[in-house]
T-cell receptor, first 113, second 114 residues
């Protein structure tokens, strides 16, 4: 069966510090991968998605970037965090075709202080 | 642009008091409509996918239905453990690109009390 791992679960970082969040998927090949952000009381906002190694699409302009160095690894990064980067970050995957429901990791609560 | 609106924002029920959550959507060619359950501090948990108007799916006390403009999540005789935020999302057909991405509503926060 497929599983998705996301870490760390919580993170407190000072303004101006770098960020690296990692997500890995097991049990499937060539998944589509996604990074979402969920602000308090708001819906999930899609930040990036990837349909293959090295292929990244950005949905909104922001202080973050994403990379996919391996087929089942997705990384969310920032060189200098802003207070507005605080939020709940979720990684997800879908099959590249066929059943298209998304499966989510457990999330990372990021607080920028 | 795909849009999803969920109502009510919050709902408080007594145990056993059935009700429905609404998800209204606009999308250029619906590929699928999805319902998720999200517990505090956790990632969303997949519940149902609906593909075409008239389709229904059931799981325990939950039943999801779909029309051309909206979906309902019916909760029959809820229990306190059904308390969670319920999210609705849509996926559109795209000729190229898009990567099966989902557009989410802001959710309905359900509280079921004894």
């Amino acid at each position: 069966s497929q599983t998705i791992h996301q870490w760390p679960a919580t993170l407190v970082q000072p303004v101006g510090s770098p960020l690296s969040l990692e997500c890995t998927v097991e049990g499937t090949s060539n998944p589509n991968l996604y990074w979402y952000r969920q602000a308090a009381g708001r819906g999930l906002q899609l930040l990036f998605y990837s349909v293959g190694i090295g292929q990244i699409s950005s949905e909104v302009p922001q202080n973050l970037s994403a990379s996919r160095p391996q087929d089942r690894q997705f990384i969310l990064s920032s060189k200098k965090l802003l207070l507005s980067d605080s939020g709940f970050y979720l990684c997800a995957w879908t099959h590249p075709r066929g059943n298209t429901e998304a499966f989510f990791g457990q999330g990372t609560r990021l607080t920028v202080v | 642009e795909d849009q999803v609106t969920q109502s009510p924002e919050a709902l408080r029920l007594q145990e056993g008091e059935s009700s429905s959550l609404n998800c209204s959507y606009t999308v250029s060619g619906l590929r699928g409509l999805f319902w998720y359950r999200q517990d505090p501090g956790k990632g969303p948990e997949f519940l149902f996918t609906l593909y075409s108007a008239g389709e229904e799916k059931e799981k325990e006390r939950l039943k999801a239905t779909l029309t051309k403009k909206e979906s309902f999540l019916h909760i029959t005789a809820p229990k306190p453990e059904d308390s969670a935020t319920y999210l609705c999302a849509v996926q559109a057909y795209r000729v190229t690109g898009g990567g099966n991405k989902l557009t989410f509503g802001t959710g309905t926060q359900l509280k079921v009390e004894l």
